[in-house]
């Protein structure tokens, strides 16, 4: 009996050890928008040196292309693709359904918000939450427009604005950016630590249907979903497809394989740009790690 006690004490603190050395991360996507984000979402969560403690649903709702309730879209595809993974200790969490506000109290009370939050004040001392953006950043500039002490807890790793690496100059016109104006303002006015990679940088990573679909179709459920949906958006007949939310995902796993300068030119003292990215190994990287579920 004692001993198989300390065989299942042994195990408990292994498995809380495990726990304790993977890199704690919040994914925030606009997943309903577009393709992309549903490729990346499965390649962060099937990572092992992660511990997703949640994915978080946000709006899109300035794009010409929005549906209704854009952030529903989102939480609804992204508690699909978890369930086809079979992954049930990721918490699933609503964003915000609209931008921040333009002024007075400008941010956006919502779970999602609030979990980053929640998340951030348990990191122990010296580290730092790894909250993903995928898509507007109204989610996580909510969430330190509530709590203001959360800036030194979190580090943003958000796909968003285009960079000029010769003149040093930014511009922000991009999708992302300007699904929410005050959000992206915000943040990159704040002193949250930022790491982006511009669209013009992300614009590497381009996927063929064909070589795509010989890769995954019909290995699993998920694979399946995926392909459905690359081929039944709605810009449907895509022979090639830049799937840019994985190059900020990857990013943050293999900081070997990019290369990361500072950003200049920001009101932000803390940001750090992606000049540069290893896509073919990217692309390895995906469907080696994807086929490890079938």
Known sequence: MMRRFLTLTFLFLVIIANSQDKRKVIIDADTGNEVDDLYAIVRGVLEP???????????????????????EESHRLNMMLLAYLGIKDVKLCRGSAE????????????EAAYEIIKQAHKMPAGEKLAVVTLGALTNVASAVLIDPEIEDKI???????????????????????????????????????????????????????????????????VCDFLLDRWENHLDPGRYERTLWDLGIIQALIYPDKVT???????DNPNIWLYSDIDAEFFKEDFFKTISKIY
């Open 155 to 221: 580090a943003v790793y958000w796909l968003g604005s285009s960079y000029d690496f010769e003149k040093k100059k930014s511009k922000r016109i991009d999708f992302n950016a300007v699904m929410d104006v005050q959000a992206t303002d915000m943040m990159l006015s704040s002193n949250v630590e930022m790491h982006i990679i511009p669209v013009n940088v992300a614009a590497k990573i381009k996927y063929g249907f064909e070589e795509t679909e010989q890769q995954i179709a019909g290995k699993h459920r």
């Open 260 to 266: 990361e300068v500072k950003g200049t030119g920001f």
């Open 99 to 110: 931008r921040l506000f333009d002024w007075g109290n400008k941010e956006r009370h919502s």
């Open 49 to 71: 040196s992660w511990e997703v403690l949640a994915l978080n649903g946000t709006q899109w709702q300035v794009s010409h292309w929005a549906v209704e309730n854009s952030m």
